[in-house]
């Protein structure tokens, strides 16, 4: 499952991504084991593009920080061992207090300062990297990014203002993940991160960046990649998000159900909760 590239195909000619009136604070959370891979040095020309053109960039590089995955009581240090773990309970009570343990605490921070935040992972079992679950998992708690301390999900909530970007590479070709392609659409495949994250969460979803055949990446492929991806660095700001529909724009009903009728005749599935052009 690991892509790699050569020294030489990681350099990438200075760029411009992004460049807005007043430079902007991104965090990249990358998650492959090889620090040679392919995800790898997207997650490099992402930070040398993004700070080329005037950003301050942050990055989490959850293999080289040996991040822990798992969700477990020693992430609440201050709750009382004597009572039941209540993972949602203790976890809001943690964040609210500012008692979570130091390693949560320090992603939550970098988070809050960002305005803009970039995953960057390869696509194993349909998925993300059981590390980078581990970082959504622990990062995210109750009283950060949902609960009944913040905002209400899928609006401008609690983490609202945000910009949110997924850069993924996938091992089959491109027509698989069509909407007749034997995987399913990619844009099903992510909308876990895309909808149930990031828009659960009131950042701002935008398209997917993908690079497919990720096995295989010729000198010219990359290139041909990484001018792409540079496009979409620099709209980081300014292209137009998806339109997921807000629960609180009278969309759905009481239950969280879509009203009947609001949706474009024929649209099913995943679509249903993108509003029409």
């Given at each position: 499952?690991?892509?790699?590239?050569?020294?030489?195909?990681?350099?990438?000619?200075?760029?411009?991504?992004?460049?807005?009136?007043?430079?902007?604070?991104?965090?990249?959370?990358?998650?492959?084991?090889?620090?040679?891979?392919?995800?790898?040095?997207?997650?490099?020309?992402?930070?040398?593009?993004?700070?080329?053109?005037?950003?301050?960039?942050?990055?989490?590089?959850?293999?080289?920080?040996?991040?822990?995955?798992?969700?477990?009581?020693?992430?609440?240090?201050?709750?009382?061992?004597?009572?039941?773990?209540?993972?949602?309970?203790?976890?809001?009570?943690?964040?609210?207090?500012?008692?979570?343990?130091?390693?949560?605490?320090?992603?939550?921070?970098?988070?809050?300062?960002?305005?803009?935040?970039?995953?960057?992972?390869?696509?194993?079992?349909?998925?993300?990297?059981?590390?980078?679950?581990?970082?959504?998992?622990?990062?995210?708690?109750?009283?950060?990014?949902?609960?009944?301390?913040?905002?209400?999900?899928?609006?401008?909530?609690?983490?609202a203002g945000r910009r949110a970007l997924v850069s993924v590479t996938a091992g089959a070709r491109e027509s698989a993940f069509s909407d007749?392609?034997?995987?399913?659409?990619?844009?099903?495949?992510?909308?876990?991160?895309?909808?149930?994250?990031?828009?659960?969460?009131?950042?701002?979803?935008?398209?997917?960046?993908?690079?497919?055949?990720?096995?295989?990446?010729?000198?010219?492929?990359?290139?041909?990649?990484?001018?792409?991806?540079?496009?979409?660095?620099?709209?980081?700001?300014?292209?137009?998000?998806?339109?997921?529909?807000?629960?609180?724009?009278?969309?759905?009903?009481?239950?969280?159900?879509?009203?009947?009728?609001?949706?474009?005749?024929?649209?099913?599935?995943?679509?249903?909760?993108?509003?029409?052009?």
């Amino acid at each position: 499952m690991t892509e790699t590239t050569s020294q030489s195909q990681q350099r990438q000619q200075p760029g411009r991504a992004g460049r807005t009136e007043k430079p902007k604070k991104i965090l990249v959370v990358s998650a492959h084991p090889e620090p040679r891979s392919l995800n790898a040095a997207l997650a490099a020309f992402a930070v040398d593009e993004l700070r080329a053109a005037g950003h301050e960039v942050r990055v989490s590089d959850l293999y080289a920080m040996k991040w822990k995955a798992s969700v477990d009581a020693e992430d609440f240090p201050s709750r009382d061992p004597e009572q039941r773990f209540a993972v949602m309970a203790d976890s809001e009570q943690a964040t609210l207090a500012g008692l979570l343990a130091a390693d949560i605490a320090a992603e939550q921070e970098k988070v809050r300062w960002s305005d803009a935040v970039i995953l960057q992972f390869p696509m194993w079992w349909f998925s993300v990297p059981a590390i980078m679950k581990g970082w959504i998992d622990r990062v995210f708690t109750a009283g950060f990014g949902y609960g009944p301390a913040v905002p209400p999900p899928y609006s401008e909530g609690a983490l609202a203002g945000r910009r949110a970007l997924v850069s993924v590479t996938a091992g089959a070709r491109e027509s698989a993940f069509s909407d007749r392609g034997i995987h399913g659409r990619l844009a099903d495949l992510l909308y876990p991160v895309q909808h149930g994250l990031f828009w659960f969460a009131g950042m701002t979803p935008l398209e997917p960046f993908a690079v497919f055949g990720a096995h295989d990446v010729s000198k010219e492929r990359f290139e041909a990649a990484k001018l792409e991806y540079g496009r979409r660095l620099e709209g980081l700001f300014t292209d137009e998000p998806v339109a997921f529909r807000s629960l609180v724009g009278g969309d759905y009903d009481h239950d969280m159900r879509l009203l009947p009728g609001v949706e474009v005749p024929g649209t099913t599935g995943t679509d249903l909760h993108v509003r029409p052009a």
